[in-house]
């Protein structure tokens, strides 16, 4: 269903229970996944963090493709090691790369070095094995109105929204993520053949509502949308309870 929010156009998609959601969503990029595998010989995957994807994760994880041909990164991570439950790897791992999709080749963000600029540095190298342009984003988004790490407070927040980024990844300062952060830049996130921002709750969706609505953007969530090379798409469902 495209739905206008203000002058923009999307796919957006509504569903009863966050459980529709993930099945439906799962179905989604699988096909979206499997296209990209019959073209291409390869698929990539880049997906958020945080407490909503799990339920996807796990559905996702249960869907029959080649997925020894899916490289999986991260859209991106918290400063944070991997054994932290703050650790978007660790949530990748425990729920993602599990049953079929256990097959799948994962790029994580995260190095144990001092700095997150250091993380970044290195994490650049080593996205060289992820396939980009991306096949598929799966965005989150706080009701800050950010998305990936791109925080409103964040230092460098015109860098990380520059749509002519030379880099793949940045390190990111912002005073309301509660640690440093490493983070795709902009351009490598709008480029993605498919583009999806999975919210779920109402207070989300006013916040996602008012960005898209308004005269002039000033949300980041709102500034990735506008950029997007593929009219993304959107799947919301009400908070569970
Ligand atoms: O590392 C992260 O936190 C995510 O990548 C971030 O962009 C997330 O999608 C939003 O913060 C929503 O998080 P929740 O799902 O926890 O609300």
Not at 72 to 87: A, I, M, N, Y
Not at 89 to 94: D, S
Not at 110 to 129: G, H, I, Q
Not at 189 to 200: D, G, Q, S, T
Request: aromatic share 8%.
């Amino acid at each position: 269903m495209r739905n206008r929010i203000g002058a923009f156009l999307l796919n957006w998609k509504e569903f009863d229970s966050p459980e529709a959601l993930a099945q439906a969503q799962a179905d989604q990029v699988a096909e979206w996944l499997a296209g990209a595998i019959a073209e291409k010989d390869v698929a990539s995957l880049a997906v958020s963090g945080g407490k909503t994807p799990a339920r996807f994760f796990e559905v996702l994880s249960t869907r029959l493709l080649d997925w020894s041909k899916v490289t999986v990164t991260l859209v991106d991570e918290r400063f944070v090691p991997p054994s932290s439950d703050r650790s978007n790897e660790k949530l990748t791992r425990e729920h993602l790369l599990r049953n079929e999709a256990a097959n799948a080749h994962f790029v994580p963000l995260y190095s144990e070095v001092d700095t997150p600029e250091a993380a970044a540095e290195k994490a650049e190298y080593r996205l060289v094995e992820v396939p980009f342009p991306l096949d598929v984003a799966i965005l989150g988004m706080g009701t800050n109105g950010h998305t990936a790490s791109f925080f409103p407070d964040a230092e460098s927040l015109s860098g990380l929204l520059d749509p002519k980024s030379p880099q793949t990844i940045m390190a990111v300062h912002a005073a309301s993520a509660e640690e440093p952060r490493l983070t795709l830049t902009l351009p490598r996130i709008v480029e993605a053949r498919h583009l999806l921002l999975h919210i779920e709750g109402d207070g989300k969706r006013d916040v996602f509502e008012q960005a898209m609505a308004a005269g002039t953007p000033e949300l980041p969530i709102r500034f990735v949308m506008d950029a997007a090379n593929s009219e993304p798409f959107v799947y919301w469902a009400p908070n569970k309870g």
